[in-house]
């Protein structure tokens, strides 16, 4: 025992992969017949394997293997403990378990096929035997599970101590990110009263250009070069819309409009944006560390920016009071300013906007602020996604001030529907409401060149 404590501490220090551990076969010689495994015996064979290689395995030098050598490796002790155990598993079902080991050893198990796939944009693990991923726009039943709760809190405790925070009763749920960027939300019992459950939006290392967007009929060329017309002339913008409506993505499209002389601040819970410029200052939140201490906040980042002399301030999404500030920042200098709210119409918007000053508690009259979100914010863009799993832009208002103490607003685009094609595609146009907008002078004294036809109805429908 002693001495095979002893061989293991020193190949821990070496480079050795595999520890020396005598694997016992049993005598037999004869080889058993190929045999098909069902999907519970799968998950107790990979559990058992699993916790057989940790055992073998110099976890300290696993990231200094190359992976093709480890994968080799692995496979050469998977196949040793598999003869052990007198399996013979048909050849498919062997290299799938190889490699969902490899994924269990040094990535997040299950997860990892899903994060490799490119068409999967959200993953969402409801529980271990449940996992939805959202593919094109539409949700469906993966057939990927974890064996029990412990192993997907296994894996949860994976993600969110590699970026040094902890979830256990006393602090249930936790945001994190992966390596890639990723964004991940955990929750654990008491609060997810099912057992654990994840919800990772997946890091697109490419993301949607406008050119996409508009090849993706989430909007169309007009709507592009009024929007690159508004962007240019610096027009504060706020972008709404519903959970996963594409806000980030429209947000992160729309700025690289912004003139690349510019310096630009973005500010963010979870740094999602990838500005193409240059000249960008990118400031992300802190969460409290584990005695309750340290947080910064948004707030607290978008007060810091205004002495960072920036030319235009992006808050990747306003949830709280830094609202407040933004409005204040948008109203002094710093035009062209953009950010996202979460609000399923474009007045709902502005009442959301409303309600984050107000629960600042500063006692405003609801004019006062009212009147401030007019002069702050000029155009409301709508995004929502559509029934067919579609996201699109479904209108581009602009705010033209008050009315005693309403804030006024007019559409300048609006996607009308037309009903649904036979396989449930949504059938519409995006089209000019026919209203020259107010902001147009604007434009044309930024020396923005805009072409009014585009606003004529029947003009410009594509
Ligand atoms: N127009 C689009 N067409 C197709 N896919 C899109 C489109 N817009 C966004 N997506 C994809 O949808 C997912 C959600 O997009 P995004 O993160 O921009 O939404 P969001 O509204 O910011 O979400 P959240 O409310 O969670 O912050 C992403 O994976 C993104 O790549
Ligand atoms: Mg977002």
């Not at 190889?98 to 490799?116: K, R, S």
């Amino acid at each position: 025992m002693f001495n095979e404590y002893k061989s293991r501490r020193a190949a821990s220090k070496s480079n050795v992969l595999v520890l020396e551990r005598p694997i016992e076969v049993p005598k037999s010689k004869a080889t058993p017949e190929p045999v098909d495994v069902d999907l519970q015996a799968h998950l107790e064979l990979k559990s058992r394997l699993h916790s057989e290689l940790l055992d073998r395995l110099n976890l300290s030098v696993i990231d200094k293997v190359e992976r093709s050598e480890l994968k080799r490796q692995i496979a050469a002790l998977v196949t040793g403990l598999i003869e052990a155990e007198r399996l013979h598993l048909r050849s498919e079902a062997f290299t799938a378990l190889v490699d969902e080991l490899i994924h269990e050893v040094m990535g997040l198990g299950p997860l990892e096929p899903l994060l490799e796939d490119p068409t999967i944009n959200d993953i969402l693990v409801n529980s271990y035997d449940q996992v939805y991923v959202e593919r094109f726009g539409l949700l469906e039943q993966s057939s990927v599970r974890f064996r029990d709760e412990r192993h997907l809190l296994r894996i949860i405790d994976k993600i969110v101590s590699r970026v040094g925070r902890r979830i256990d009763e006393s602090q249930p749920w936790v945001d994190a990110r992966l390596e890639d960027g990723s964004r991940v939300n955990a929750i654990i019992r008491p609060c997810s009263v099912d057992g654990p459950a994840l919800s990772i939006r997946k890091f697109s290392r490419n993301p949607l250009t406008i050119d996409k967007l508009v090849q993706r009929d989430s909007l169309n060329d007009q709507a592009a070069k009024l929007l690159a017309a508004l962007v240019e002339a610096r027009l504060n913008i706020l972008i709404s819309g519903g959970t996963g409506s594409g806000k980030t993505t429209m947000l992160n499209a729309v700025s690289s409009y912004i003139d690349g002389k510019q310096r630009i601040v973005t500010i963010e819970d979870a740094a999602e944006l990838q500005l193409q410029q240059s000249h960008v200052v990118r400031l992300e939140t802190r969460p409290p560390n584990s005695e309750g201490q340290g947080v910064i906040t948004q707030r607290d980042l978008v007060r810091n920016a205004l002495r960072m002399r920036p030319d235009r301030i992006i808050v990747g999404e306003v949830r709280g009071s830094e609202c407040f500030d933004m409005l204040q920042a948008m109203n002094t200098g710093h035009d062209g300013s953009m950010t996202t709210v979460h609000a399923n119409s474009a007045r709902d918007a502005l009442s959301r906007v409303e309600q984050m000053v107000t629960m600042l508690g500063a006692d405003l009259p609801v004019r006062t602020i009212r009147s401030q979100i007019a002069s702050a914010i000029q155009i409301v863009l709508q995004l929502s996604r559509l029934s067919d799993g579609t996201r699109r832009v479904v209108s581009i208002s602009e705010i033209t001030g008050m009315e005693d103490d309403t804030i006024t607003m007019q559409d300048i685009f609006v996607f009308k529907r037309r009903g649904k094609s036979e396989n449930g595609d949504v059938l519409g146009e995006f089209l000019p409401t026919g209203i020259r907008p107010k902001c147009f002078d604007q434009l044309v004294a930024a020396g923005v060149d805009v072409d009014t036809n585009m606003f004529i109805h029947g003009a410009t429908a594509s």
